[in-house]
T-cell receptor
Framework: DTAVSQTPKYLVTQMGNDKSIKCEQN?????MYWYKQDSKKFLKIMFS???????INETVPNRFSPKSPDKAHLNLHINSLELGDSAVYFC??????????????FGPGTRLTVT | GEDVEQSLFLSVREGDSSVINCTYT??????LYWYKQEPGAGLQLLTY?????DMKQDQRLTVLLNKKDKHLSLRIADTQTGDSAIYFC???????????FGKGTTLSVSS
């Protein structure tokens, strides 16, 4: 069983378009995340979200917005795509319990290419 | 701000030990992690260490933590070609909401 899944795996689109990447976790976790990995493999947090709060990395443009229809899903919507948005986007989840180790489980990634 | 630093490349021969080093800045870190990323794949949690521990061993993996120097290392014994991957050191941010990753160390294992 896939713990954290993302669709699509690859996404090629033109500048100016709006696109969404879906993420689902079947682990029963409370918190979900989006990370961006650039061409140099550097990974940075974009958002973390649970039913209490959304925390946004201040460097993320407001063209990016997470949407959570329910606890098991956190989708990433991107407006007016730019060339610099090309990257691999990873979804992750963890159990929001401060007695635990905050282990985060990652999805396989979505490679976004903006042309 | 909080930062995690790693060397970018390490090359070893099959059967040797690999040691990947990491330094971090957040003195209040409670957990530190090692993740592995194989080509074209997502991140896999390899191991983690709690800040009140100096060492943790898990089969071929040994994690050493020097809290005074804010230094973390991952030793892989008897390195195999299948260990070739990018290894990320990560720290939980002060808010406990997200991981701060180092830039990743690309481990290349030659036979």
């Amino acid at each position: 069983d896939t713990a954290v899944s993302q669709t699509p795996k690859y996404l090629v689109t033109q500048m100016g378009n709006d696109k969404s990447i879906k993420c689902e976790q079947n682990l029963g976790h409370d918190t979900m995340y989006w990370y961006k990995q650039d061409s140099k493999k550097f990974l940075k947090i974009m958002f973390s979200y649970n039913n209490k709060e959304l925390i946004i990395n201040e460097t993320v443009p407001n063209r990016f917005s997470p949407k959570s229809p329910d606890k098991a899903h956190l989708n990433l919507h991107i407006n007016s795509l730019e060339l610099g948005d090309s990257a691999v986007y990873f979804c992750a989840s963890s159990q929001d319990d401060r007695t635990q180790t905050y282990e985060q489980y990652f999805g396989p990634g979505t490679r976004l290419t903006v042309t | 701000g909080e930062d995690v630093e790693q060397s970018l490349f390490l090359s070893v021969r099959e059967g040797d030990s690999s040691v990947i080093n990491c330094t971090y800045t957040d003195s209040s870190s409670t957990y530190l992690y090692w993740y592995k990323q194989e080509p074209g794949a997502g991140l896999q949690l390899l191991t983690y260490i709690f800040s009140n521990m100096d060492m943790k061993q898990d089969q071929r993996l040994t994690v050493l933590l020097n809290k005074k120097d804010k230094h973390l290392s991952l030793r892989i014994a008897d390195t195999q070609t299948g260990d070739s991957a990018i290894y990320f050191c990560a720290d939980l941010d002060q808010a406990g909401t997200a991981l701060i990753f180092g830039k990743g160390t690309t481990l290349s294992v030659s036979s």
